[in-house]
């Protein structure tokens, strides 16, 4: 079954950190580039961070720059997301999300063909 | 405040069409064809209905379609179907740093 399933959201104070980890299933995952996508509560889609298929290439949103760190394992088809000196405003459901490689053009296509169910991440005293 | 914007709410009848907008800048909508559109209903994932301005992944309805003009998307839902009430999502790739920006939302209500 073609899934991604995160996990490791939970309540953390600010400052604190927590380390998110989606599992991958069903699929070639080292082809693929992956990304965090997270929605606040009521909000809209905020983009995250990415990285290329094969890790050599990462991006993050300006919000979590110098903060969080994205990583992948292909030998594990895992992906994850350390996340430090969280504040309230980091407060949101975190998804992993899936990018296809464009293989004729090489690198990226710029969509995301499969999500997660999410995990929240709550940052609060 | 979303990069791109999207009209809050809209809604119709079972069977009539609707059409959603995303208006960007040059720097995305505009300037490339990577516009695509999610479907959340509400406690679930977003799901891909649309991808590269106007096409459609296998197993999407072709009752969804999409366009461009400038800097404005659009995404048309044709024969509304109660199914199709959700949140929808426009999102595009920038040539900022950021890579990727989403619309704020638009929830369609099929009266």
């Known amino acids: 079954q073609v899934q991604l399933v995160e996990s490791g959201g939970g309540l953390v104070k600010p400052g604190g950190s927590l380390r998110l980890s989606c599992a991958a299933s069903?699929?070639?995952?080292?082809?693929?580039?992956m990304s965090w996508i997270r929605q606040a509560p009521g909000k809209g889609l905020e983009w995250v961070s990415y990285?290329?298929?094969?890790?050599?290439?990462?991006y993050y949103a300006d919000s979590v720059k110098g903060r969080f760190t994205i990583s992948r394992d292909n030998a594990k088809n895992s992906l994850y997301l350390q996340m430090n000196s969280l504040r309230a405003e980091d407060t949101a459901v975190y998804y992993c999300?899936?990018?296809?490689?464009?293989?004729?053009?090489?690198?990226?296509?710029?969509?995301?063909?499969?999500w997660g169910r999410g995990t929240l991440v709550t940052v609060s005293s | 405040q979303s990069a791109l914007t999207q009209p809050a709410s809209v809604s119709g009848s079972p069977g009539q069409s609707i059409t959603i907008s995303c208006t960007g800048t040059?720097?995305?909508?505009?300037?490339?064809?990577?516009v695509s559109w999610y479907q959340q209903h509400p406690g679930k994932a977003p799901k891909l209905m649309i991808y590269?301005?106007?096409k459609r992944p296998s197993g999407v309805s072709n009752r969804f379609s999409g366009s461009k003009s400038g800097n404005t998307a659009s995404l048309t839902i044709s024969g509304l179907q109660a199914e199709d009430e959700a949140d929808y999502y426009c999102?595009?790739?920038?040539?900022?740093?950021?890579?990727?920006?989403f619309g704020g939302g638009t929830k369609l209500t099929v009266l």
């Open positions: 990285i290329s298929s094969s890790g050599s290439t990462i």
């Open positions: 590269d301005v106007s």
């Open positions: 069903g699929f070639t995952f080292s082809d693929y580039y």
């Open positions: 999102s595009s790739y920038t040539s900022s740093s950021t890579l990727w920006v």
């Open positions: 999300a899936s990018t296809p490689r464009d293989i004729v053009v090489g690198g990226p296509f710029w969509y995301f063909d499969l």
């Open positions: 040059s720097s995305d909508v505009g300037g490339y064809n990577y």
